[in-house]
């Protein structure tokens, strides 16, 4: 388990399964902790026993069973209320505060807001507090999610949200992939010095047994293949490449489908 520290809370961030993170929200100023996508609850009731808390709240950002499969056994044992999607209602178990994609709301003194993101599955959200942004599987350290439900459209639309936010943003994703993901960001984006920077960094990093995770979203900015495209100058490139000459949608899509098959 590792800490990080915010103005106003800390995030717990907990390995589970295979490559997934839990996140415990721990609020400063009040007894509220928020557990984000708790994919296994055995892990939760052992940080949480570490650190000598309990979790009052949940946050599914969508309906993976890796990303809610805990959601009842924590209800059961810290009778927790569940924050989702409401138009997830029957697919998330144990949605007691059904919520509309965009809103904001409030718990403990925990300002949230949340972002409506469809593309990896139709429901998907993402939580917003201060500097941190808790985003499941829209996107990864160097990657974004795999297009399930919804349509390549969609998940640019939402990308391009994310995009919006400050880059001092940390970005709190589900998934540790950034070493498969670098492998691909360099075959796209070979002459990137900031992307090669954070290949070295984070390959040192990994081998220290240590998370790639949060990364900043700054970061992403400069090095994420899927982000690339909002920048004109990687879009001309990509085209000079690749004898093409797509827009940055195109060039988004075009991507999205190379890694699917990499």
């Not at 390995?15 to 928020?34: G, K, T």
């Not at 943003?169 to 075959?187: D, G, P, Q, S």
């Not at 990364?215 to 001309?236: A, C, I, M, W, Y």
Request: aromatic letters at 8%.
């Amino acid at each position: 388990m590792w800490t990080y520290q915010h103005t106003d809370f800390l995030v717990h961030q907990i390995p589970a399964l295979n490559d997934n993170y839990i996140y415990l929200i721990q609020d400063c100023h009040s007894d509220a902790v928020c557990v984000v996508d708790p994919a296994l609850a055995s892990s939760v009731q052992t940080a949480c026993e570490t650190l000598g808390i309990k979790p009052t709240h949940i946050f599914n950002t969508h309906h993976h069973w890796d990303h809610t499969d805990g959601n009842q056994t924590l209800i059961e044992k810290y009778g927790v209320e569940v924050i989702a999607n409401a138009n997830d209602a029957a697919r998330i178990p144990g949605i007691s505060q059904p919520i509309s994609p965009e809103t904001s709301l409030k718990v403990g003194s925990l300002n949230i807001q949340t972002l409506d993101l469809p593309g990896h599955t139709l429901g998907h959200i993402a939580f917003v507090m201060d500097d941190a942004l808790c985003c499941g599987d829209t996107l990864f350290g160097a990657g974004c999610g795999r297009v399930f439900e919804g349509s390549m459209a969609q998940m640019w639309d939402s990308l391009q949200k994310l995009y919006a936010l400050k880059d001092n943003m940390k970005v709190y994703c589900a998934h540790e992939y950034t070493l498969l993901n670098l492998r691909f960001a360099k075959a796209v984006d070979k002459d990137n010095e900031t992307l090669k920077k954070r290949i070295s960094d984070d390959t040192r990093t990994r081998m220290k047994q240590q998370p790639t995770i949060p990364s900043t979203l700054g970061l992403e900015k400069q090095t994420n293949p899927f982000l690339r495209p909002f920048n004109p100058d990687f879009v001309h490139q990509y085209n000079q490449e690749n004898s093409a000459n797509m827009n940055a949608f195109a060039v988004f899509k075009d991507l999205r489908e190379r890694k699917n098959t990499w």
